[in-house]
């Protein structure tokens, strides 16, 4: 692409009428006042492998990628980073200019600068954290925590199976626990993070006893449909300091952006309130 090219970006899916995330992109280019568009594109699983390449010729700098391609994009691209392949999949992509595809997973970045954003005397080396479910955000989860040095990580799943599997790829500060029995090390924890779509508009709500959760303990949803999720409104009557879930979409959008379009942007009221309009 030409430096006179106005830069593309897009988000790919299959759907993606739902995501937020040119709203996100929207608002920050508007506000930087930066040429730029950012698009999304619904791209079914078996055009991907050919599509993808196509989309720098078209002038595209990079895509965000969301279900269900975040495993099969790693297949595509030329170059991978350490933290995608660790999560074993890829939010990220840029389209570099020697033609080769570069794949990021920015998931766990966006889900520990939305705690420490909200919570600036977080100390993830302060105890141990509780996590509910063992899905892809499970994994970026666990991998970011594991990161910056939480000593200890009860992960419980409905299917146990699951969770033990993360426990041999991520080692072993990761105990697993029985789905029935999360709520009794509650009051170990920490730090509390729900991975699982429990809670979601359309989808059960989580049934796991809340009242072992301490007060000053960490309670974090990635579910931010609704907002205020019920694990949150519990928390919150128990004394626990609650961080939405919505903060991490907006936090894993930036270093994309930057990249894409040449500024870093701000996470604050005003994104969240364009994201939620
Ligand atoms: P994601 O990539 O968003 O993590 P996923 O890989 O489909 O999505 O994982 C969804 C998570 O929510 C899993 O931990 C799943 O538990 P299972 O592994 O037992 O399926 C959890 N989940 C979804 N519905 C659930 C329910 N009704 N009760 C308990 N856990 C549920």
Redesign the pocket.
């Known amino acids: 692409m030409s430096d006179s090219k106005i830069p593309l970006a897009a988000v790919i899916g299959h759907p993606i009428a739902h995501s937020k995330s040119p709203n996100v992109h929207g608002y920050w280019l508007r506000k930087y006042g930066l040429k730029g568009h950012y698009i999304p594109m619904d791209i079914e699983p078996d055009k991907l492998p050919d599509l993808l390449p196509r989309l720098a010729d078209l002038g595209f700098v990079g895509a965000n990628v969301t ?1 269900p391609h ?1 495993e099969k994009v790693m297949e595509i691209a030329d170059l991978i980073t350490d933290r995608a392949t660790l999560i074993g999949a890829a939010n990220t992509l840029i389209f570099r200019k020697d033609g080769r595809i570069h794949a990021d997973n920015t998931d766990g970045y966006g889900f520990i600068e939305n705690i420490r954003q909200s919570i600036p005397d977080w100390n993830p080396k302060s105890g141990p954290a509780v996590v ?8 970026a989860v666990l991998a970011s925590l594991l990161d910056v040095g939480v000593p200890k990580i009860m992960l419980t ?3 146990r199976v ?2 033990e599997k993360l426990r041999e790829d991520f080692g072993n500060r990761i105990q697993v626990i029985e ?1 029935v029995q999360a709520g009794n090390v509650l009051e170990d924890a920490d730090l509390v993070v729900n ?4 809670g979601m508009t359309g ?2 709500e ?1 049934r796991v006893p809340l009242d072992g959760l301490r007060p000053g303990a960490i309670v974090n949803d ?1 579910v931010y449909t609704p907002l205020r999720t019920r694990l949150l409104a519990t928390a919150e009557d128990r004394g626990c300091r609650v961080v939405d879930g919505l903060g991490m979409l907006l936090h894993q959008a930036v270093p994309g952006f930057e990249r894409w379009f040449g500024k870093r942007p701000v996470v604050d009221e005003d994104v969240r309130a364009a994201v939620l309009r």
């Open positions: 279900i975040k509910f479910g063992a899905g892809g955000a499970s994994r799943n409905r299917t699951r969770a789905w991975t699982t779509s429990l989808k059960p989580m990635l």
